[in-house]
């Protein structure tokens, strides 16, 4: 009987071919010092690390929930009805399309200013779905979430971190945007600790 050949010696990651893929979800543009804190947790891969940036299409329509969300109840009661016609639904979602095109490539050039060869997309999709798909399509060795704080989601464990942890079968890496890694490990920052 002859025993297989080891796959991790041919797969190393430091042997300079091949690429390493990687799965970022972000919420919106990353700046410069999130790209080079991406950038840094694969300084010492040999193979090309390639990023592969899904930013979710930012909803027209929950725009306008929230936006009449706060409006106070009594202000409702004493008001007249909103009309909704009013609102130019088409031109909101245009207006979304193109903010969250501009988020994209501002990520993808960020990236690749920080050394990283970086594609791309807008996605429509719920955004665990999205990102499942995208690890199957590359066949990802990891992803990543950068998110803002979310307090109350990740309390409850029904973040895309959670969720996408009980969804994929690669290791999932939680990072809040625009803080560095100092911050987010101290409480200093913005994020959960930090309020």
Known sequence: MTESSDTSTTDSIHDGKGTYD?????????TPV????????????????????????????????????????GDLMAAPALAMNDVDIEALRRE?????????????????????TA??????????????????SVDAREAIILTRPHVVAEFFHVDWTSRARRKLGVPVLHLIEHENFDEQASGQGEGVSGL
């Open 22 to 30: 990687v799965v970022l979800l972000v919420e919106q543009a990353l």
């Open 34 to 73: 999130d790209a080079q804190q991406v950038r840094s947790l694969h300084a010492e891969i040999e193979d090309e690390v390639v990023y592969h940036v899904l930013l979710p299409l930012e909803d027209a329509a929950a725009r306008v929930e929230a936006s009449v969300g706060t409006l106070g109840a």
């Open 96 to 116: 979304c399309e193109e903010s969250s095109s501009a988020d994209l490539q501002q990520t993808l050039k960020v990236l690749a200013a920080a050394g990283g």
């Open 119 to 136: 594609h791309g997309k807008v996605t429509s999709e719920p955004p665990v779905d999205a990102l499942a798909a995208m690890v199957t």
